[in-house]
């Protein structure tokens, strides 16, 4: 490896520890990486003008039960019995090094986190920030990426962008994304958006050649192809995607939310409304429940609306649509306020209040939910009943995570979660337990239990579920959950659903796998740590620390509006002082913080006291946007010969749009990941010789391998069709880049 290379590796590998001390030899001068494995530590010299940082560990012994258990587990599975015994001998040697730091007290400082306490708790975090990145160690979003639209896909082979399936994803990931993902999702969503339903238009050819009605979005699209009901089981029966519409409103105002970008809520506004004008018309104004048939909720085809006397199948009282539709309302609110539309915000308020108020009588006297009322009072999820006496998870989970629920009945409902073992037998959750009895199919094939929508795990649901963990307090549940996810993580294999109640993959033959919505654990693990509630007047913190950490440090920012928010907290319990910037916080009580936006610097470090203890600066803090990384010249590696001489000019591109005072638009950032992904496909190939992953079959490494590298060339070439079609924008900005472009193009390919 060259210097060059070297340099570069101190500043983009994946999860790092670290302590001030000046490290001794020996075992000091190594570090336990995310997978077991072991290598030097790397000094990080100065990159464009960022700190030196030395990179180590302190260890405790409990990784060695940690990895022991994960062995057991896996050792069927994914590595069988060479695997198992490499495993053994890396936790031999991980073992010793744990002890021999035993007594030292635990910290971990990683890339993205660093904290006192559970170390593994950290790592854990770590790791799952890291997948949204341009990380080397485990699949990440950019090998999501498309051209055909500059945005993300929901995996190799699911052409096209799904509500239900970004659900989950998309509003755990939002507050933590920076450009160009925001760029990317806002691409993929305006798929729904700019194709939404107007009375007139066509989606796509026939069987799929529905004309929606105004304000309906969809169950899929892609460029010129939208479907808009869901178009898998017995379609001529299916409603609109009711719930569909109304998690595609909560998507797009959570980001409108977090952007805070005057003009772009302008423009949306119009049709946030649309769409809640569409679900208004579902409203009954008798009970102020909504009407859906068969198909008309989230995770479709499984629900059937209400099954008449003469065998058809009418619309009913769907309570995931009163739960999702709340949660939409809240953003719209908050929305038409930003636009200082205040009557327009009353009048969305009075309509969520009543809805609000209709959702309790689906309510069991246990506090849970039932998953739907039929007009002639039949009520269906009532668990333990004799008939429809499932428990439906998604709309329980999602009335907590989304605050629909207050406190008291988030709790209750969990309890009834928590009761029903079979509801998470791998420690993910289910949407039903035990089968549905009132589909319109009979539960055989696709539709038997455990492998579709009946009973398969999705992990855009388990997203909404983890979040609802933080909310409560349930660490460990939350833990477990992105400790399940690493196991498919590990072997590159993030498939959707997860069939056979969630412990096998949905597309075995296939040498790896990736869905956008297995991303949902990772991101919801992140976001739920701080929560991050956005309104037109601020951001509220809400902090969820585990009981066994005494300090986490958030090394990355959160966006809000123009600002970038570093949080981080110390101590257990309940709130007891705030620092912004160095300066005391009033604006607190014991649960939350309070940031209004008009008062926050560009960049604000919020530090957050917990029973009292004392208020200390972050032991590091990362560089961001993290320095600028070079492909070594002359390098034996595939990745570096095809895409050199691209990094190179991208490298070059980023410089001149920094030097012009335009680093910080989504351009410059496009190449910044570009270049970075090309970095993390070399990587990965080091790391590979190496044994420093999870040791992947031959023909799945060559696939994730062959991954990284069109990864890397696809945003190349993105970024090159974004650029060229702006020579001929009307933005001056943009065109200037297109002119900054063309300057680079000496010698590049």
């Known amino acids: 490896m060259t210097e060059s290379t070297e340099t570069a590796r101190a500043g983009w590998s994946g999860a790092k520890v670290s302590k001030s001390e000046t490290p001794q030899a020996g075992l000091d001068t190594q570090r336990l990486n995310a997978h077991g494995d072991h290598e030097s530590v790397l000094e990080g010299r100065e990159l464009e003008g960022r700190a030196r940082r030395v990179f180590v560990l302190r260890q405790s012994p409990s990784p060695c039960r940690a990895l022991w258990n994960s062995a057991l587990r896996m050792g069927g599975t994914l590595i069988g019995k060479a695997g198992m015994f490499r495993l053994a001998s890396r936790l031999v040697l991980g073992c010793l090094l744990a002890s021999a730091r035993a007594g030292e007290g635990v910290h971990f400082e990683g890339r993205y986190f660093a904290g006192h306490g559970d170390r593994d708790y950290v790592h854990l975090l770590d790791i799952a920030r890291d997948m949204f990145d341009a990380s080397a160690r485990q699949p990440n979003l950019a090998l999501l990426y498309v051209t055909n639209w500059n945005g993300l896909v929901e995996g190799p082979t699911w052409d096209a962008w799904w509500i239900q399936n970004s659900y989950g994803t998309t509003y755990a990931a939002l507050p933590f994304l920076q450009e160009p993902f925001v760029t990317f999702l806002q691409n993929s969503q305006d798929l729904w958006f ?30 010129g192809w939208i479907v808009y009901k869901q178009g898998d089981g017995r379609t001529a029966i299916h409603d609109w995607g009711m719930e569909f519409t109304a998690a595609g409103m909560v998507l797009q105002g959570e980001l409108l939310l977090i952007g805070r970008d005057i003009e772009a809520i302008a423009k949306y506004l119009p049709k946030l409304e649309r769409c809640a004008r569409f679900i208004e018309s579902r409203r009954d104004p008798t009970n102020d429940l909504f009407l859906a048939g068969p198909a008309g909720n989230l995770l479709a085809p499984s629900y059937a609306g209400w099954k008449k006397p003469d065998g058809t199948f009418g619309q009913a009282y769907l309570t995931g649509l009163s739960v999702t539709y709340i949660a939409a309302l809240d953003r719209l609110i908050e929305l038409e306020m930003l636009a200082k539309r205040m009557d327009e915000a009353t009048s969305w308020a009075e309509r969520r209040d009543r809805a609000k108020r209709g959702l309790q009588r689906l309510a069991m006297p246990e506090g849970y939910f039932i998953r739907s009322q039929d007009p002639d009072g039949t009520r269906h999820g009532v668990y333990g009943a004799e008939r429809h006496g499932y428990f439906e998870a998604s709309p329980n989970h999602d009335a907590i995570a989304f605050r629909v629920v207050d406190d008291a009945q988030a709790e209750r409902i969990y309890q009834t979660i928590a009761s029903i073992p079979g509801l998470r037998p791998h420690q993910f959750v289910l949407p039903n337990y035990p089968s549905y009895d009132d589909m319109y199919e009979r539960p055989e094939g696709l539709w038997a239990y455990g ?32 400790s ?121 470090k919020v530090r957050i006291a917990l029973g009292g203890a004392k208020i200390e600066s972050p032991s590091a ?26 990094g190179a000019r991208l490298a070059q591109f980023h410089r ?53 590298a069109a990864s890397a060339r696809q945003l190349y070439d993105g970024l090159v069709r974004v650029l060229e079609a702006s020579a001929d924008g009307k933005s001056g900005i943009e065109q200037r880049l297109a002119a900054l472009w063309r300057e680079t193009a000496t010698g590049a390919r």
């Not at 740590?529 to 309104?535: G, I, K, T, V």
């Not at 010789?689 to 391998?705: F, T």
Request: glycine share 8%; proline share 8%.
């Open 194 to 223: 700019d194709q939404m339903g107007d009375g007139k238009r066509v989606g796509a050819a026939p069987p799929f050649d529905w004309v929606a009605p105004d304000g309906a979005l969809c169950d899929a699209a892609r460029p």
């Open 451 to 482: 492998t579709w929508v009946n009973g398969g795990h999705w992990s855009t649901c388990e997203a909404r579920m983890i979040l609802a963990y933080y909310r409560l307090g349930k660490h460990e549940d939350a833990r477990r959950s992105m």
């Open 621 to 646: 803090e990362s560089p961001f946007p993290p320095p600028l990384v070079a492909l070594p010249s002359g390098h034996e590696c595939v990745v570096c010969q095809e895409i050199g001489r691209s």
């Open 484 to 604: 399940q996810l690493m196991h498919f993580a590990d072997g590159f294999r993030m498939d959707n659903p997860l069939t056979k109640c969630g412990s096998d993959v949905y597309q075995p033959a296939l040498p790896i796998n990736l869905t956008y919505d297995a991303f949902g654990p990772p991101a919801a693990f992140v976001r739920g740590l701080f929560e991050y509630r956005y309104s037109a007047e601020g951001l509220t913190l809400v902090p969820h620390i585990p009981d066994g950490l005494s300090r986490i440090d958030q090394l990355f920012p959160i966006r809000f509006g123009r600002r970038q928010v570093f949080v981080s907290a110390a101590g257990r319990g309940r709130i007891t002082d705030v620092l912004v910037d160095g300066r005391r916080w009033e604006r607190h009580d014991a649960a939350t913080v309070f940031l209004p936006y008009e008062s926050m610097p560009e960049v604000a």
């Open 656 to 708: 001149k749009a920094s030097e012009a005072g335009l680093g910080d638009r989504y351009e410059a950032a496009h190449a910044r990941l570009a270049l970075a992904c090309a970095w993390a496909a070399h990587e990965r190939v080091e790391l590979v010789k190496k044994g420093q992953v999870p040791r992947l079959p031959e023909v799945s490494e060559a696939a994730a391998r062959k991954a990284y």
